[in-house]
């Protein structure tokens, strides 16, 4: 089944697909001439401060943390150390390549999202790249609005929103409280199912229902305090690896550079690293992060109490920076001074990065393992959150908001954090790609399609900011 899984993967995230995505965050910079650097500071600014007199369900900042619920997790930890040991240290450079043209795309789904919602007499919001595909680009396109809901519930229920985040928990769990294993239960197949992963397993499913039950609002709320909070201890960490390891930076700086064009002139050609392979699970891996091109923040931007879509672009756009410019770019960073992706140490997934920061941190062993599995647990927990959010609007959507199918969906959804835990992880990975990778074609033909109005409506709002000033 791995094998399997692996061919569609790659031929999912083949050349085509890569280049498409790269082609559609180029193409929105030009056309937004550069507004990842020419806006970044504003769009930071208006994190913190609410509009006034928007329709929403949520505030701006909440459905911003709502949508880093879902970004911020195992992709931050688990994700870059996958990139990073199938691809090399060049894999970190095509994943900060791909978040930089990333946060375009990014700009542009929150705009649309805005544009293109749909708000009931009772203040329900639906909005996201189902509505932006459908009434933008035109009704005879909605079996691709309805290709990119099917693809984002298969997304959340099998991949990227539950099994992959609950097996990064439980595993981190293990490598922490029973390294040793000692603690076996039973075993399914080879692999075995100790005492740890059970009750770990079965506690974070219990408050993710809790949670799921409540809806956005009780999402947005726990995200909005767990998000930032934990950000900023994992930053906190990071400028501590920096400032301690400061003489191994420019090393690290030039294998991540060399790697990225060149990995054998470097490494060899014993590791079997290519720069297509480089390229490949940077980008993919990035992608997997951030979820610029995906269509997946647009639907927590959509509920966002805003008239302005030009605003809430540039609110959604700083998700991207947030998680791969800085938080990814820390976690590779440890992981390519330490040299824990190499495969002499025999590591995988969160062991990389549970080693990476053991040997970066100036703490014992226990507390640096202890921290970087506090912060995993807690990212993972709220990407449970915000999935489940992303997959039950896509539902609503395909369903005409039948409340039954939605009920149903969410039963199902928490099933599968139940079981995730006893899922083989390479089986996990590889299947969370695939649906990702599906989501992100219609939305980004979408994306292209509409960047002419985008861009447009855009450069104008730019210009009469400079006029007001």
């Not at 985040?165 to 197949?189: E, H, R, W």
């Not at 590591?347 to 507390?367: D, H, R, Y």
Request: proline share 3%; glycine share 10%.
């Amino acid at each position: 089944m791995t094998e399997f899984l692996t061919k569609i993967n790659d031929i999912v995230w083949g050349v085509p697909l890569i280049t498409l995505i790269l082609f559609c965050g180029i193409l929105l910079t030009i056309r937004l001439k550069g507004i990842q650097i020419t806006q970044l500071w504003r769009a930071l600014k208006y994190m913190f401060k609410n509009e006034e007199g928007g329709m929403g369900e949520i505030s701006s900042f909440s459905a911003l943390c709502t949508a880093l619920s879902a970004t911020i997790g195992t992709g931050n930890i688990v994700g870059v150390a996958s990139a990073i040991s199938a691809g090399g240290p060049g894999a970190l450079f095509w994943m900060e390549i791909a978040a930089f043209f990333g946060m375009a795309t990014k700009y542009a789904e929150g705009f649309l999202a805005i544009r293109y919602r749909e708000i009931d007499s009772n203040n329900h919001v639906l909005g996201g790249p189902f509505y932006y595909i459908e009434k933008g680009m035109g009704i005879k396109y909605k079996w691709l609005a309805k290709s990119f809901a099917v693809f984002g519930c298969l997304a959340g229920l099998l991949g990227i929103g539950t099994i992959t985040q609950i097996n990064g928990i439980t595993s981190a769990a293990q490598n922490f409280f029973d390294p040793d294993k000692s603690q076996v239960v039973f075993y399914l197949g080879a692999q075995p199912i100790t005492l740890t992963i059970i009750l770990v397993g079965f506690i974070v499913t219990l408050c993710a229902a809790l949670v799921i039950i409540g809806g956005i609002k009780r999402i947005s709320s726990v995200a909005g305090i767990v998000v930032p909070f934990m950000a900023i201890i994992y930053f906190a960490l990071g400028i501590i690896i920096i400032v301690v390891n400061f003489q191994l930076i420019p090393s690290a700086i030039y294998a991540i550079i060399i790697g990225a064009f060149s990995p054998q002139a470097i490494f060899g050609g014993v590791l079997g690293i290519t720069i297509k392979t480089a390229i490949q699970k940077g980008v993919a891996r990035g992608i997997f992060s951030n979820e610029a091109g995906l269509g997946s923040a647009p639907i927590a931007a959509a509920a966002a109490s805003t008239k302005d879509p030009v605003r809430q672009g540039l609110v959604t756009m700083t998700g991207t920076f947030i998680d791969t410019i800085i938080i990814c770019t820390i976690t590779g960073l440890a992981i390519v001074m330490t040299g824990a992706w190499l495969p002499e140490l025999n590591l995988a997934g969160a062991e990389i990065t549970m080693f990476a920061f053991q040997e970066a941190l100036p703490f014992s062993s226990n507390i640096s393992s202890f921290l970087l599995m506090s912060c995993l647990v807690f990212f993972a927990f709220t990407t449970i959150l915000g999935w489940n959010y992303y997959a039950e609007k896509c539902i609503e959507y395909l369903s005409n908001n039948n409340k039954t199918f939605i009920r149903f969906y969410r039963i199902a959804y928490i099933f599968m954090i139940f079981v995730g835990p006893y899922m083989t992880v390479a089986a996990v990975w590889t299947t969370a790609d695939i649906f990702n990778g599906l989501m992100a074609i219609p939305n980004t033909i979408a994306l292209i399609f509409l960047s002419k109005s985008i861009a447009s409506e855009t450069n104008l709002y730019c210009k009469n900011l400079k006029l007001k000033n």
